[in-house]
């Protein structure tokens, strides 16, 4: 009896001293884990105030989020540093030994490693952010989440690519800055690619008056001309400059209003067309066979 009310007491007074304490750090980390995401909140705010752009706001939530998550961490292993000297555990040789088994465990996790080396020099050299569309090898799709680790696309489908950085060895970065929409317009060889190029102008001036669009197309659009001579078609090469993301929107505008225009003045879209030829002799008798379809 005597063992148990001893032993009571004991645990009583570790409750009211080291107990107590070990609660209020734990306290304190939740309100500091809780206190780091508001402010990394507020100060990607404040940084999209001073400056309008985009760019500069995509930038400042990808740095947001992965300040905000390094913080977290040293706040974590500080306050289990703390806790264990607070248990009477000697943090000096379990640091070292940390350190030991740090070095060992290094060589095995190489990947690891790899992953957040090369995450962090495509953080520092703003190659990807959130809100950007890019092609990282055979994925492509919208950045969602950008750490030291790896990044996370979503496709037009929906899928999710989680995609570890030591693996990013190429980026192509779709919407930094500006895009462009290229256009390969095909029509019939019997057209006047002139008359064509000046539809076309028509047609940019009319969607860049547009209330819709007129905010999204940073300028007219680039025709390079006569570009191909395909099987049954001539090519006309062209481009328009837009704001990020917006390029392929306006595409399909420029696209369904080019066809509104090419059938109002009479300009043929070409499809693939077959002459088909008999067989001729050594004297060339045979002529070619055109077929004509019966009037009803």
Same mark, same amino acid.
């Given at each position: 009896m005597d063992f148990i009310l001893k032993y009571l007491e004991n645990s009583g007074e570790w409750l009211m001293s080291t107990g107590l304490k070990i609660f209020l750090i734990v306290i304190v980390t939740m309100i500091l884990f809780k206190s780091t995401g508001i402010i990394s909140t507020r100060i990607a705010s404040l940084l999209k105030k001073k400056k309008f752009d985009d760019e500069y706001q995509k930038r400042a939530d990808t740095l947001g989020s992965v300040i905000g998550h390094l913080v977290n961490v040293l706040i974590l292993v500080f306050s289990f540093i703390t806790i264990l000297g607070q248990l009477g555990i000697e943090i000096g040789p379990l640091l070292a030994a940390a350190g030991?088994?740090?070095?060992?465990?290094?060589?095995?996790?190489?990947? *690891? !490693?790899?992953? %957040?080396?090369?995450?962090?020099? /495509? +953080?520092?050299?703003?190659?990807?952010? &959130?809100?950007?569309?890019?092609?990282?090898?055979?994925?492509?799709? *919208? !950045?969602?989440? %950008?750490?030291?680790?790896?990044? /996370? +696309?979503?496709?037009?489908?929906?899928? &999710?690519?989680?995609?570890?950085?030591?693996?990013?060895?190429?980026?192509?970065n779709m919407t930094k800055g500006y895009s462009h929409y290229v256009f390969d317009i095909g029509v019939a060889y019997r057209e006047d690619v002139n008359e064509v190029i000046k539809i076309i102008r028509q047609v940019d001036e009319e969607i860049r008056k547009d209330a819709d669009f007129r905010d999204d197309?940073?300028?007219?659009?680039?025709?390079?001309?006569?570009?191909?001579?395909?099987?049954?078609?001539?090519?006309?090469?062209?481009?328009?400059?837009?704001?990020?993301?917006?390029?392929?929107?306006?595409?399909?505008?420029?696209?369904?209003?080019?066809?509104?225009?090419?059938?109002?003045?009479?300009?043929?879209?070409?499809?693939?067309?077959?002459?088909?030829?008999?067989?001729?002799?050594?004297?060339?008798?045979?002529?070619?066979?055109?077929?004509?379809?019966?009037?009803?």
């Amino acid at each position: 009896m005597d063992f148990i009310l001893k032993y009571l007491e004991n645990s009583g007074e570790w409750l009211m001293s080291t107990g107590l304490k070990i609660f209020l750090i734990v306290i304190v980390t939740m309100i500091l884990f809780k206190s780091t995401g508001i402010i990394s909140t507020r100060i990607a705010s404040l940084l999209k105030k001073k400056k309008f752009d985009d760019e500069y706001q995509k930038r400042a939530d990808t740095l947001g989020s992965v300040i905000g998550h390094l913080v977290n961490v040293l706040i974590l292993v500080f306050s289990f540093i703390t806790i264990l000297g607070q248990l009477g555990i000697e943090i000096g040789p379990l640091l070292a030994a940390a350190g030991i088994a740090g070095l060992a465990i290094g060589f095995g996790a190489q990947s *690891l !490693v790899k992953d %957040v080396i090369n995450g962090f020099f /495509i +953080l520092l050299e703003d190659q990807i952010r &959130v809100g950007d569309v890019v092609k990282i090898g055979d994925e492509s799709g *919208l !950045v969602e989440k %950008v750490n030291l680790k790896m990044t /996370i +696309l979503r496709d037009l489908a929906g899928n &999710v690519h989680y995609i570890p950085n030591g693996n990013i060895n190429v980026v192509t970065n779709m919407t930094k800055g500006y895009s462009h929409y290229v256009f390969d317009i095909g029509v019939a060889y019997r057209e006047d690619v002139n008359e064509v190029i000046k539809i076309i102008r028509q047609v940019d001036e009319e969607i860049r008056k547009d209330a819709d669009f007129r905010d999204d197309i940073l300028e007219p659009i680039e025709i390079f001309g006569l570009d191909k001579f395909a099987d049954s078609a001539l090519i006309i090469k062209a481009r328009i400059m837009t704001k990020p993301v917006k390029q392929w929107r306006v595409g399909r505008e420029y696209n369904r209003r080019f066809k509104i225009a090419f059938d109002k003045n009479n300009i043929e879209i070409p499809f693939p067309h077959v002459t088909l030829y008999m067989g001729q002799d050594k004297e060339g008798q045979a002529p070619p066979l055109f077929v004509k379809q019966k009037s009803s």
